[in-house]
């Protein structure tokens, strides 16, 4: 069985790793309703691909881009 990934608020948490709601959702692949949604049903999959985001996020703040 997998551990189990849960946030008190998921706003917060998204605050916490420094996105706005609309850019949550677009690196997600959501509308900004459809993560409010979400948000509001507060399942697992949504505190996994939290997690999942602020992983990335964390782990990639100090790689330097590259324009296209």
Known sequence: MSPIIRYPSIKDE???IGLTQQRCAD???VTLS??????KAN???LHWSIYGLAQY???TKNVKRRSR
């Open 57 to 59: 996020v964390e782990n």
């Open 34 to 39: 459809g993560l409010n949604h979400r948000i």
């Open 43 to 45: 399942k697992q999959q």
């Open 27 to 29: 690196m997600l692949g």
């Open 14 to 16: 998204i605050k916490r």
